[in-house]
């Protein structure tokens, strides 16, 4: 995707554009003060002249002249020059005007008695704000110019500063490789909003990481675990002709591919679920009777020795349906392949044990896919089902043979 702009770019532009605005306005402060400042002192000096006359004629009834040249006092307010007196009745509040010859005025009413003077001065001589302007303009313009590039010698460094991570954020999305991605991706980055933002991506990386691993492996387990099923019942099919019945060998092979095919099409679609990736806290001891009593051999049997020792309060972190089809696997592995009716299950440390006695030699990695005995009428995926999901679960399963006895460990996650 290509870059219109840099972030970097964009704090540097709006630190330098805030800078020169901040002079700006402070420099039409500084000019709109001094101005105001001037004004006001010529308003002093025309009151206090103003004061003056109306002290004295309160003293001894004189009406006495300006004592600067610069003033003037006229007998009212239609004897003022020019239009001062319209522009007087237009606005009665204002005592700043525009003379004649284009000076400046300022005035002053004073009540002497029964009449109303006008005090006018012409401050034109005095005025300097206009005369220094262009001065005062270049000395604001220098200021403006001298605090605008060492604001953007301090801007680069910190706009760099204040994007530095976010920068490293966007290399390191771009140089992501979603097969190699791991937990700790957004470890380097600051606690702050970026750092948030980095483990947002971390874990969206890993959600999308994680969806494309199940359907790869639910793709490749279709492909594979599906076919021998498939092949048995087609071969099951062209042997039967008509009314031809099956032998006994072949009902139960057929029985059990039917049964095998179910439980690894209900496994792998659990599997490829969403929703089995959510772990909880679940009461082993209740799912595992629940199963025993649902399976369908264990249910209708009355001479299969089933021995459970599990804590009634032992807690595993797992997914209550995937550990349900694991039992399940479990319970129909030993009950199909089994040597004898008998089943022992069992608690030891943090490991929850299956036995059951076997008699043929079983291979030498039971757990991997297609994988059984030589005797075994099974397609060989019952256990390799089982890794599956304990694999999804988090958990560690090892299978192994001791003195006659098959027995599965599962090393769960307490809850």
């Known amino acids: 995707m290509k870059q219109k702009h840099s972030i970097r770019g964009r704090i540097y532009l709006l630190f330098a554009?805030?800078?020169?605005f901040t002079c700006l306005c402070y420099s039409l402060f500084l000019l709109a003060y001094s101005w105001m400042v001037e004004d006001n002192v010529f308003n002093k000096i025309v009151s206090n002249e103003a004061c003056y006359i109306a002290t004295q004629f309160k003293a001894n009834g004189d009406i006495v002249a300006p004592r600067a040249p610069f003033l003037a006092l006229y007998e009212s307010w239609a004897a003022l020059p020019g239009d001062m007196y319209q522009q007087h009745l237009k606005d009665p509040a204002r005592i700043e005007f525009t003379g004649s010859d284009g000076g400046t005025l300022h005035l002053h009413p004073i009540?002497?008695?029964d009449d109303v003077r006008i005090l006018v001065a012409d401050v034109s001589a005095f005025e300097v704000g206009g005369e220094y302007l262009p001065y005062v303009t270049l000395t604001l313009v220098g200021i403006l110019a001298l605090f605008l590039a060492l604001a953007l010698l301090i801007a680069w460094p910190l706009a760099s500063a204040a994007s530095k991570p976010l920068v490293a954020l966007k290399e390191k999305v771009e140089a992501v490789d979603l097969d190699k991605v791991e937990p700790g991706f957004a470890a380097a980055f600051p606690e702050n909003e970026i750092g948030y933002l980095a483990h947002e991506i971390e874990h969206s990386l890993l959600h999308i990481k994680a969806m494309l691993k199940?359907?790869?492996d639910?793709?490749?387990d279709v492909s594979h675990e599906l076919r021998t099923?498939?092949?048995i019942l087609k071969n099951l099919a062209q042997q039967t002709d008509g009314e031809t019945l099956l032998s006994a060998k072949q009902a139960a092979q057929l029985s059990t591919a039917v049964q095998e095919l179910e439980q690894t099409i209900d496994t792998l679609l659990a599997l490829a679920r969403e929703e089995s990736q959510v772990m909880e806290p679940v009461v082993f001891l209740n799912v595992l009777e629940n199963s025993v009593i649902r399976h369908p051999e264990l249910a209708t049997s009355d001479d299969f020795d089933l021995s459970i020792h599990i804590p009634a309060t032992l807690q595993v972190q797992a997914n209550r349906?995937?550990?349900t089809l694991l039992i399940n696997n479990l319970l129909t592995n030993a009950v199909m392949h089994g040597s004898a009716p008998s089943l022992k299950i069992f608690a030891d440390g943090n490991k929850i044990i299956f036995q059951n006695p076997v008699s043929d030699p079983l291979p030498s990695d039971p757990l991997s896919s297609h994988s059984k005995g030589s005797h075994s009428n099974g397609l060989g995926q019952g256990l390799y089902l089982v890794r599956r999901i304990c694999d999804v679960l988090g958990w560690r399963v090892e299978?192994?043979?001791?003195?006659g006895t098959f027995a599965v460990e599962l090393q769960y996650e307490p809850a």
Do not use: Q
């Open 17 to 20: 554009a805030f800078t020169l």
């Open 321 to 323: 349906n995937l550990l």
């Open 214 to 216: 199940r359907e790869s």
């Open 229 to 231: 099923p498939t092949t």
């Open 218 to 220: 639910f793709t490749r």
């Open 111 to 113: 009540t002497l008695g």
């Open 399 to 403: 299978a192994y043979t001791t003195n």
